[in-house]
């Protein structure tokens, strides 16, 4: 396939300022007419073809410049291209292109295509070739106009970007609507939705006074479930003109939800689409983090509006200039709706159990990569989560005022325009005077750095020592890495559990507690101390870093209870936890019994009764590293059956050395009065629900597990009863009846029956790979809906450690045969569900051998899509 190369951008020799498109839809045949105002560029010698780009099953059924039909020799049309050889010589003139559809049959999902009988669209990334031929890349932007008509009857509905212009009725029962939509933008944010769908309406009234119509729009019967999205809605638009300033800029803005979506949702200018499952939610099927996602999710589409969609990108090599920006805006959204320091630690679990393995990995790549084959494929967690994380580190680098002053520059200079990450830097160098090169190799270079870190302190001389040293190790084609800009943020916490405010007399600049790391090597010293400290390091997390740090058990548990720093108090426990997982491994492979050292037990308790912290962080804190996480940190010939015997016993051990305490947390816990979706009562649900998980573990564990799941009035509390009962109790009486009960009760409810299927493909053990194969002949069950993909063989692939890694390779051979049916519809889920073996090289020389065949088996399979071929192809390499 072609590789795309960052070093051979060059602007488009023709512009396309205005789009008009008429869309006539209908299931099989849909008739697209696009007029387009074409421009060629000044300089730009006039017998330069004018070449688009097309794709999928389009048929072309008329090209006409100025009015006048093409003849046959003036064009070359392919599934790929619509090459235009004869052109006026005039710089500026109208193109009219026809093509038909069959939206019913499209089951990429890419492009327009019809979910429970509702058209709708997905442009990004390339998605729009396959509705006209077109200047389909970012950096062409044009002010759309579409008309749409449909059978009034089939689409009652009919919505497109921007503010509303007018409609009427058609022969022959048909209607029309006409939108226009007056900011320029790329094609990948145009959008359509025409069906018959329930509506919640709600209006905003923005900061300089302008009233916005705001409609969700949900299947019919489900409007009372959009109720929770409206809200977050609304709170978005307060919160960005509060933190960021930026103002809502149409007269409407819409949402829909549909059912079969490949992503999370989309930005389209003015008309998100959403995945159901990120708009759908109420206590009896949501849970608590489906509250918090649909919030996160809402916001970060919303926030586009400007880092996105007002400012665009250049080309995608550029997609973490809208996405780890757009993700840093709704990181700081949620920590300003909820509690900062859980959000943070959130953030640090998921980055490290999805980023870090990739960073780690064969698929390891730049924030900003140089190559790629397929552009679908870097919809990734390096571009999105490392991106936000390198947003942070500016903040910090730089201080919260002078990165506002960044932003409104970077907004003032680049409305309109098609960017760069180099514009964006270069609007923090401007406000700030600072040299940003070697910070920028952020987006450069890829690969997790480590700080290896030491300290020493000199009672004598009063003096307290930390040496660093950083390495960044290499990644696929680049094995030689050069040295970062790492603001490590640090304390001294003395003997009385407070920082010692300390400057640094040599060694590194060292600023408002934050380390600036530019050298392989410093040794930074701080004199006037009086006592031996301990020292906190990366508070906050505030690189995105690996630390080996020489730290004595004895300071990490001092700073697991005294750290000022909540996320560096967390920090501390949870190394200790990991240690003792660790070591808990290592002695089962060494056929010995895994102990707990009891301090550890009695300070598990201690922070589960500790009524001075919040009840969402003391859940966190004792949520034990999951065995991919354990995997990780162990790095290499991984038994991941050893790997959960090892976090069951550390678990057991937890259980036994506090079952008192945690019987009565839990009693005490008990919910009271109405159900709120708030930060403190799902705080408090999160900690009842860990208490229940070790709990569980004890004798009588399957009972009480059951009535919990019996007694629960809200989805969080009954999927985590059911994920207990299934997980540990699995096979139990118990178990078979909470497993049957959620199943009848919920038969009709595709989202919360993906829960069923989701907490059965996490069984732990080898007998997982039958009863997924089970489920998959569920009726309920699916592989043309991505939620139904996810919730199945997607859990079982990326979360079921012993379940996937089967010794005998039966997991592997599920994956592989599941991939290659679904790539055949939509190669874009296959892709994504083949990034599961990832971390292959990581696993036992058996399951590597067994990995390695599955891999290529896919590998030599004929016809291979595009994404899937560049994913397996990498992952083999
Ligand atoms: N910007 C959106 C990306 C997206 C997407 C990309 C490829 C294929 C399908 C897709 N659906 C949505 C989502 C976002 O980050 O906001
Ligand atoms: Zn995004």
């Not at 006026?88 to 292109?97: D, G, M, Q, V, W």
């Not at 880092?307 to 990181?331: A, M, P, S, Y």
């Not at 010794?807 to 190669?827: C, F, H, M, Q, S």
């Amino acid at each position: 396939g072609q590789v795309f190369k960052l070093e051979d951008y060059r602007p488009s020799d023709y512009l396309i300022p205005e789009t008009v498109l008429t869309f006539r839809l209908s299931p099989e045949n849909t008739i697209v007419v696009a007029r387009l105002s074409v421009e060629r560029r000044e300089a730009v010698d006039p017998s330069t073809p004018l070449v688009l780009a097309g794709d999928g099953p389009m048929r072309l059924t008329r090209v006409a410049v100025d009015g006048r039909p093409l003849a046959e020799q003036d064009y070359a049309a392919t599934q790929e291209s619509l090459t235009i050889t004869r052109l006026p010589s005039a710089r500026r003139f109208t193109l009219e292109i026809e093509t038909q559809l069959a939206p019913a049959q499209n089951e990429a999902l890419m492009g327009l295509y019809r979910s429970n009988g509702v058209y709708c669209t997905q442009c990004e990334a390339e998605g729009f070739r396959r509705i006209a031929y077109f200047l389909d890349r970012p950096d062409v932007l044009s002010v759309y106009t579409v008309r749409i008509e449909a059978l009034r009857s089939d689409a009652p509905l009919l919505l497109s970007n921007g503010n509303p212009v007018e409609s009427g009725d058609l022969p022959g029962g048909r209607h029309y609507a006409i939108w226009h939509d007056p900011f320029p933008k790329p094609s990948y944010l145009f959008a359509l939705v025409a069906g018959d769908l329930g509506v919640i309406r709600d209006s905003f009234v923005t900061m300089s006074g302008r009233t916005v119509e705001l409609g969700i729009y949900v299947e019919h019967g489900k409007e009372r479930l959009a109720h929770y999205a409206m809200d977050a809605l609304k709170r978005s638009m307060k919160w960005d003109e509060e933190v960021f300033g930026c103002e809502y800029d149409l007269d409407v803005f819409n949402i829909v939800a549909v059912s079969d979506f490949n992503m999370g949702a989309m930005e389209n200018k003015g008309l998100n689409i959403f995945n159901d499952k990120y708009v759908l939610a109420d206590q009896e099927t949501a849970t608590d983090a489906d509250f918090a996602n649909i919030e996160a999710i809402i916001a970060h589409e919303y926030f586009h509006n400007w880092t996105g969609n007002r400012i665009t990108c250049r080309d995608w090599f550029q997609l973490c200039l809208k996405e780890g920006l757009t993700v840093f805006r709704d990181h700081e959204f949620s920590a300003d709706q909820r509690s900062r320091a859980v959000k943070r630690i959130a953030e640090v679990r998921t980055l490290r159990a999805h980023q870090f393995p990739e960073d780690q990995g064969p698929l390891a790549h730049p924030v900003r990569p140089r190559r790629y084959r397929e552009i679908n494929n870097f919809y990734t967690a390096t571009v999105y989560e490392k991106g936000s994380e390198v947003v942070r580190m500016i903040r910090t680098v730089l201080g919260a005022e002078t990165f506002r002053q960044g932003m409104d520059l970077y907004f003032l200079r680049h409305d309109g325009q098609a960017v760069t990450i180099e514009d964006f830097l270069k609007a923090f160098e401007d406000v700030s005077g600072r040299d940003l090169s070697q910070f920028a190799l952020w987006y450069h270079q890829a690969g997790t750095p480590n700080l290896a870190v030491s300290s020493s302190y000199d009672a004598a001389a009063r003096e307290f020592v930390i040496d660093i040293e950083q390495s960044v190790p290499p990644t696929p084609s680049e094995s030689r890495k050069r040295l970062m800009h790492i603001p490590l943020a640090f304390g001294l916490v003395g003997p009385d559990g407070k920082d010692i405010v300390a400057t640094a007399v040599e060694g590194a600049t060292v600023e408002g507690g934050v380390i600036h790391v530019r050298k392989r090597q410093h040794s930074v010293r701080f004199s006037g101390i009086e006592a031996r400290p301990a020292l906190s390091l990366n508070r906050g997390f505030s690189a995105p870093v690996t630390l080996s740090a020489t730290q004595g058990d004895d300071d990490l548990f001092f700073l697991a209870s005294h750290d000022s720093d909540e996320y560096a108090r967390w920090q501390a426990f949870n190394t200790l936890l990991t240690d003792a997982l660790i070591n808990a491994y290592r002695l089962l492979l060494g056929g010995k019994t895994p102990v707990l050292a009891p301090r550890l037990g009695r300070l598990a308790g201690k922070i589960a009764g500790d009524t001075s912290l919040e009840e969402a962080y003391r859940a966190l804190a004792l949520t034990l590293p999951g065995e991919a996480d354990i995997a990780r940190d162990i790095g290499k010939n991984i038994d991941p059956d050893a790997v959960f015997t090892a976090r069951r016993a550390i678990a057991v051990a937890i259980a036994r050395e506090n079952k008192e305490m945690f019987s009565s947390l839990y009693r005490d816990l008990h919910a009271e009065g109405a159900f709120s979706p708030d930060a403190a009562s799902a705080g408090r649900r999160a900690l009842r629900n860990v208490l229940l998980d070790f709990l569980s573990l004890l004798d009588g564990g399957a009972g009480l597990a059951l009535s919990h799941f019996h007694a629960a009035t809200n989805m969080t509390d009954r999927a985590a009863a059911l994920t207990v009962l299934a997980h540990v109790h699995h096979g139990s009486p118990q178990a078979v009846e909470a497993l049957a009960a959620f199943e009848k009760r919920y038969a009709a409810d595709p989202l919360v029956m993906d829960k069923w299927f989701q907490i059965q493909a996490g069984v732990p053990g080898p007998q997982t790979v039958e009863s997924v194969r089970a489920l998959m002949r569920h009726p309920a069950f699916s592989t043309t809906n991505p939620n139904r993909l996810r919730a199945l063989v997607g859990t079982f692939s990326s979360a079921n450690q012993t379940g996937f890694h089967r010794a005998d390779g039966e997991g592997y051979r599920l994956w592989a045969e599941t991939i290659l049916e679904v790539e055949k519809r939509n190669p874009q889920m296959a892709a994504r569900l083949a990034t599961a073996l990832r971390s292959w090289r990581s696993l036992d020389p058996q399951r590597q051998a067994k990995a390695r065949e599955a891999l290529l088996r896919i590998a030599a399979t004929g016809n291979l899509s595009a994404d899937l071929k560049d994913i397996v192809e990498r992952t083999l390499a």
